[in-house]
Structures are given as structure tokens and as C-alpha cells.
């Protein structure tokens, strides 16, 4: 008997009942996700450690963190749909293994070159890992309440995950070492790869002749990347820079270039039809302004609260705390509200309280205080991103096809990390700019100007998701789907 008859019922088969092992595997499904997240932010803390340690340059500093994004955020599309074609299980535990080995040899890394190399394959590996793991949740949760429940808690780990890792750095490194950073992946992923196949069985298109669009992979692949690196590389090449406009140009023509590959594929890797469903684009353009407002709102918080009011790492973790749980007591409480009142009257307020987080942070004076002028804000800002988060993940997750549910997961993730690399630079350039043009260039009232401008530029982003949300559909949204359950549907698939 095969590997996939003894495994349990594919995602892809309809069944009359859920899969009772299918919180285990959220569970597991979860901690990856986590990891993944985490480690976009826990290696900053770290970083200083880590430059005294391997006498990184300035340069390779840098790559050590944005080498990350880059691999990650250019591959998601790609790893999505390779996901669908041979199988999101397998990739995903592909994915997994090689996560474990780049996370050791970033923690056994004896020179900067073999770091940066490490962490490029971390990224290319948690691009495997998180739309494999989120098209699998998927395909396991068929009941649009249940689903919109484990959406909540995916939002939740995203939350924790993007602000955890500035005080779990903290700790770590000060507790442990720098390397301790990478090594705490190993015993997770091991955990994962040894209970995960027993608990998700195989899933992925079932078409008898599958095929790949490699030059549409190529070129979608190339866009996203050169895309990406202008953008986390223009603080310091500069937006008019001949380095930066040559990637962006570049990266335009590579997407003009994909979008008539896609439109003459017999297979295409990205269907252009799949844009024509207006939940799935309003999702995924709410969610792309969320990367903008949250990393551009993160970025001056770091600064004010480590440069202005002289927080240590750990204090600056602990500070921080309130948005993390506030984001997490926001995604559950936006799943359930999606589910009873649909998802624009969620939405709407969730960015909305985004906005006012933005714009109190921006008010903080160069002698404030994490009670007179954190704390609130970071509450209003959490809850909101919590909230405003997991409602357009359902919207873009929403009615699309069980077979092109890795596609879909890799498209919100790569709208989220374009999102928060363009928020970063952005909110860089405006600090930088507003801050040099103070009478008092260098002082603690420019730095404040600097990083009050930047905090507005992020509430502006909130703004933009505030328009694209009120695209998403209203209360009808879930109404055939309440209906069905009121007549004893739960296992239908929506």
C-alpha cells in the first residue's frame, strides 16, 4: 500500500465530516508559520552581537537581515503553485528539512559570507514552507466557520510572531548567544517533520497531466526579487539612485513581460482570471497596505522608543508586549465578527483604529513615556492590525478553488511582505528627509520630527487600506453559508 492511501483523507477529497486530526495539524501547521515569521524580526536584536562576533561590514549587515526578505518575498508566488501541482505536503516538509539545516549553519557560521549564504536559503526555505502550510489549512477546513476560526488563530501567530521577535531576540542573544537565534528552529522543525506526516495526508491538483509554467516562474520569480531588493536597498542607494532605477525598471518589464506569458499559457502559473474575484483582490490589496502601515509604523517605533527614550532591546520587547497581545485578542475577535457580520463592517473599523494607533504614535514628544505615550497607541494599533489582518486573509482566501488554494496563499503572503518592505523604505526615506531639514540636525527634537513624520506616513498607508476595504463585501458575504449550517451543512464545502 502507498504512502498516500494509508495517509489521511487528501484536502482535495471531499469528505461528509472534517478531519478529526485537523486542530492537531493547525497546531504544527502553526508552529512553522511562527518560525517563519519570527524570524523576519528575531535576528535584529541580535545583529549587534553578530557584527562584533564575524566582523560584518556595513554591507553584510545588511544582507544578513534583507537577504531574508528578498528570498522569501520573490519565491512565495512560485513555491504556492508548485505546492498545488506536486503536492503541499511534500514541498512543505521539503521546505521544513531545509529550514532546519540553514537555521544550523546560520548558528554554526564562522565568517559574515556564510552567514548572508545561510540566511538566503532560510529564505528560500520559509518561502516553501509558509503557502504550503496556509493551503493546507486551507483544504483542511472546509466549514466557512471553522475556517474563519482557524484563520483567526493563523492572524493571531502572525501578530505574535512579527513583534515577538524583537523581545525573544532580546533574551535570547543575552541569555544564550547570538546563535541561539537560528539554533531554537532545529528542535521545532524536527518536531514537525516527525508528527506532521501522520496527521495531514497528500493534497495537490488533480488533473491528469499537470503542468508547470517555467517561464512564467522565471520571470514572476525575477520581477518579485529585483522588485524587493530596490526597495529594502533605496534608504541607503537612494530612490534616484542608478542602482535602484535600474531594478525597478527592470523588475517593471519583467512584469509586463510575465503578465503576457500568463495570458498566452495553456497553464499558467498565475491564471489572470483568478483576479477577476473581487473578494480575493480587495483581500490581498488591504493586505499589501497592512505590510505598509505595520512595518512602516515598527520601524520609527523601534527608533523613538531605543534612541529617543533610551529602552534597552529587552525593555523595548517588554514595551511592546501590549501590542502583541492586542493583536492576538484582535484576530480572534475580527474572525468571529467576520463570520456574523461580514467582512467591510470589520475591516473598516480595524483600519481605522490602525489609523488613530499612527497618529497618536506620531504625536510622542522627545521627552514622552511608554505610559503617557506607548501604551494607548500601541493598544488601538495592535487590536486593529490583529483584526484588520485576519479579515482580509478570509476575503483573499475566500470561494477560491481547493486547487489553486497554494496560489492564493502565496499571493497573501507576498502581498504582505511587499507590503512591509515598501513601508520600511518609505517611512526610512521620510524620517531621513524630515529629520535633516531640523535646525537642529542630529539633536533628540530632529530625530522626533523625523520619526513623527514617519509614524504619518504610515497612518497614510492605514488610510489607503481603509479605501481598499471598503471594496470587501458586507453582511452577505457568509449568509449561504450560515444558512447551510442552520439546516445541518457543517461539512459542506464552501
Known amino acids: 500500500m502507498s504512502d498516500e492511501q494509508r495517509a489521511p483523507q487528501p484536502a482535495s477529497v471531499e469528505a461528509s465530516s472534517p478531519d478529526p486530526r485537523r486542530w492537531k495539524a493547525l497546531a504544527l501547521l502553526g508552529a512553522a508559520f511562527f518560525m517563519v515569521i519570527l524570524d523576519s524580526t528575531i535576528v535584529l536584536t541580535a545583529i549587534p552581537s553578530i557584527q562584533e562576533h564575524l566582523a560584518l561590514t556595513v554591507t553584510g549587515v545588511q544582507w544578513v537581515i534583507t537577504g531574508y526578505a528578498v528570498a522569501f518575498g520573490s519565491l512565495l508566488l512560485f513555491f504556492g503553485r508548485v505546492g498545488d501541482l506536486l503536492g503541499r505536503r511534500r514541498i512543505f516538509l521539503v521546505g521544513t528539512a531545509l529550514f532546519v539545516i540553514a537555521s544550523l549553519m546560520c548558528g554554526l557560521a564562522w565568517s559574515g559570507p556564510v552567514l548572508v549564504i545561510a540566511r538566503l536559503v532560510q529564505g528560500v526555505s520559509a518561502a516553501i514552507m509558509a503557502p504550503t502550510a496556509l493551503a493546507i489549512v486551507i483544504g483542511l477546513f472546509r466549514d466557512p466557520v471553522e475556517r474563519n476560526r482557524a484563520l483567526g488563530f493563523w492572524g493571531a501567530l502572525g501578530g505574535i510572531g512579527a513583534t515577538a521577535g524583537l523581545l525573544l531576540g532580546g533574551i535570547v542573544t543575552a541569555g544564550l548567544g547570538w546563535e541561539w537565534v537560528f539554533f531554537i528552529n532545529a528542535p521545532v522543525g524536527l518536531v514537525i517533520l516527525l508528527l506532521l506526516p501522520a496527521i495531514v495526508g497528500e493534497s495537490r491538483e488533480r488533473a491528469e497531466v499537470r503542468r508547470f509554467d517555467v517561464a512564467g516562474a522565471l520571470t514572476i520569480t525575477a520581477a518579485l526579487g529585483l522588485l524587493i531588493s530596490a526597495i529594502v536597498n533605496a534608504p541607503e542607494a537612494g530612490w534616484g539612485g542608478m542602482p535602484t532605477l535600474v531594478q525597478l525598471a527592470a523588475a517593471a518589464l519583467l512584469l509586463v513581460l510575465f503578465v503576457v ?47 529617543v527614550l533610551d529602552f534597552s532591546p529587552l525593555e523595548f520587547g517588554l514595551a511592546s508586549a501590549v501590542m502583541t497581545v492586542m493583536s492576538v485578542v484582535g484576530a480572534f475577535a475580527g474572525q468571529a465578527a467576520v463570520t456574523r457580520f461580514g467582512m467591510r463592517p470589520v475591516a473598516v473599523p480595524a483600519l481605522l483604529l490602525i489609523v488613530a494607533g499612527a497618529v497618536l504614535l506620531a504625536s510622542a514628544p522627545a521627552e514622552g513615556s511608554f505610559l503617557g505615550d506607548l501604551f494607548w497607541p500601541l493598544m488601538l494599533f495592535g487590536s486593529g492590525m490583529g483584526a484588520a489582518f485576519v479579515t482580509s486573509q478570509i476575503a483573499a482566501l475566500h470561494d477560491v478553488p481547493e486547487h489553486e488554494s497554494g496560489l492564493a496563499a502565496g499571493l497573501v503572503d507576498t502581498s504582505f511582505n511587499l507590503g512591509g518592505a515598501l513601508g520600511i523604505a518609505i517611512v526610512s526615506a521620510v524620517a531621513v528627509q524630515v529629520a535633516g531639514a531640523s535646525s537642529t540636525p542630529g539633536g533628540p527634537e530632529a530625530v522626533t520630527d523625523g520619526l513623527s513624520a514617519a509614524f504619518l506616513t504610515a497612518s497614510v498607508f492605514g488610510l489607503v487600506g481603509l479605501i481598499a476595504a471598503f471594496l470587501l463585501p458586507g453582511r452577505h458575504a457568509f449568509a449561504g453559508d450560515r444558512e447551510s449550517l442552520r439546516e445541518g451543512g457543517a461539512g459542506r464545502t464552501p
Open 261 to 307: 506569458i500568463e495570458s498566452r499559457s495553456v497553464a499558467p502559473l498565475v491564471p489572470l482570471r483568478i483576479f477577476r474575484m473581487r473578494t480575493l483582490v480587495a483581500g490581498n490589496l488591504v493586505i499589501l497596505a497592512i505590510g505598509l502601515a505595520v512595518d512602516g509604523m515598527l520601524f520609527p517605533l523601534t527608533l523613538y522608543a531605543q534612541q
